[in-house]
């Protein structure tokens, strides 16, 4: 049992195939009717906050700010009652010392430390205990299972471990599953590509962007990846899977169901898209409380309606996060998945960023629809997106490189009709020479404001 997991039986084994078409975790867990979901929630967040109260400096601060101490928090209605934690709250604890205020315990007791990408700032360190880890694991058994991953599968991870919280947490999730993990770290594009066709790999965990740029790579060089027997791909790090356009192109080039999970350094590995990929994604509701709030207002918005992801983390003692802004854009669906599974889902996954939408002549734009414009013209294989103001005016140049023998001025023109039709807009569009833009193996940094 990791740190912060109750006990709760269940009538089959993690990874365990239990109905056609569905590939569950857990499933007594994840079937859960609403109430015992609830009930199952707030003994866990009771748990966390009287372990916490007192000997975490950034959790004691919060309750002390409403006058609430370690035994006032048992209800996810009490959890209402406490301020909100930003990034920058997390960062400002940070700057005290070598790890953070919001660790639980001392540095000894931690096995661990990540950090953020730094694409929007400064990197923000994170800390786990051997516990906490286990349970970043345990989160990652649903996203793979949910993605129909079994113990027959081998999982192929093209990632060079470093600080980035990245893939991490895929190792041992492809252990809680069973599959093989075949690590492919240290070598090139061309040589991963090559060890996939000789593991016979079935399954790949990487960013959205990575798995276009490793088909990419084969194209050039020549080599056919009929080779590799891939069914399935699991994406995260950053929006792609969820863009229609995106998922299509990556399921043409690979010939495999392509899947989406959302997750954060800061709060953990929280959501995940399923076999029946209704257009969304669930949330892990037994290890994480969801609020999507108005980010104006900070109320709760009905089921259906747009506003921001905020979570409390459950099973993270050495660092947990109540009641955390993500930043992220979701509208919680309505109608049940036909997965079977209670979990909590956003229809469509993450929209978009909150910080991230920008304003073009009247019009609000996410990044995520201007990637599904662009994945959806044929022919351009990269692009990139600047963002200037003129004129207290926001502009949009749009850079695309195109595939060998495609006619540049069509593609030109394709993206100009794309936007007009989608968003009423005709942004200004320059073709580049192939190979002149960026490419990337994490967080693809397509956007750029000037």
């Not at 899977?241 to 995106?246: E, G, H, I, K, S």
């Not at 918005?301 to 993500?326: K, S, W």
Request: hydrophobic share 40%; aromatic share 8%.
């Amino acid at each position: 049992m990791v740190e912060g997991e109750l006990s709760l039986h269940t009538d089959g084994e993690p990874g365990h195939t239990v109905d056609v078409g569905t590939t569950f975790f857990d499933k007594a867990i994840e079937t859960l009717p609403q109430e015992r979901m609830r009930a199952l929630q707030e003994a866990k967040l009771a748990a966390l906050v009287e372990a916490t109260y007192g000997v975490n400096r950034f959790v004691t601060n919060k309750l002390d700010t409403v006058g609430a101490s370690g035994g006032d928090i048992r209800t996810i209605d009490d959890l209402s009652r406490l301020p909100l934690t930003t990034k920058a709250d997390l960062m400002a604890g940070q700057g005290e010392s070598r790890t953070n205020t919001n660790c639980t315990y001392p540095e000894s007791a931690y096995t661990r430390v990540h950090q953020t990408s730094g694409t929007t700032g400064a990197p923000l360190r994170v800390f786990d205990t051997a516990d906490s880890w286990a349970w970043w694991e345990y989160c990652w058994g649903f996203v793979l299972s949910g993605a129909g991953l079994t113990s027959n599968d081998r999982l192929f991870i093209p990632f060079s471990f470093g600080p980035f919280i990245g893939f991490w947490a895929a190792v041992g999730g492809a252990r809680n599953v069973g599959a093989l993990m075949v690590p492919g770290g240290g070598r090139t594009s061309p040589q991963r590509l090559g060890l996939m066709a000789e593991m016979q790999v079935t399954a790949m965990t990487c960013t959205p962007t990575y798995a276009l740029r490793l088909a990419e790579v084969a194209r050039g060089e020549g080599f056919d990846l009929s080779q590799i027997p891939m069914r399935l791909t699991v994406h995260a790090g950053e929006p792609g899977a969820n863009v229609p356009a995106t998922k299509q192109r990556i399921e043409t080039a690979w010939g495999a169901k392509c899947y989406d999970h959302a997750g954060a350094s800061e709060v953990g590995a929280h959501s995940f898209e399923c076999e029946a990929q209704p257009g969304g994604t669930h949330a892990i509701d037994s290890e994480f409380i969801i609020e999507v709030l108005d980010p104006e207002t900070g109320k709760a918005v009905d089921p259906g309606e747009e506003g921001e992801l905020v979570i409390t983390n459950l099973g993270r003692i050495g660092f947990p996060v109540l009641r955390y802004r993500t930043g992220d854009v979701v509208r919680v669906a309505t109608e049940p998945c036909p997965c079977g599974r209670t979990f909590t889902r956003f229809d469509g996954g993450v929209i978009g960023r909150a910080d991230d939408m920008i304003v073009v002549r009247g019009v609000n734009i996410f990044p995520a629809a201007v990637e599904n414009i662009l994945r959806g013209c044929d022919g351009i294989e990269e692009f990139r997106v600047t963002v200037t103001t003129r004129r207290e005016m926001a502009e949009l140049l749009i850079e695309i490189e195109c595939q060998d023998g495609i006619d540049t001025h069509l593609a030109r023109a394709a993206v100009r009709a794309g936007f007009e039709a989608a968003v009423g807009l005709r942004p200004d569009v320059e073709v580049v020479v192939l190979g002149t833009l960026p490419r990337f193996e994490l967080k693809a940094q397509r956007f750029v404001r000037k």
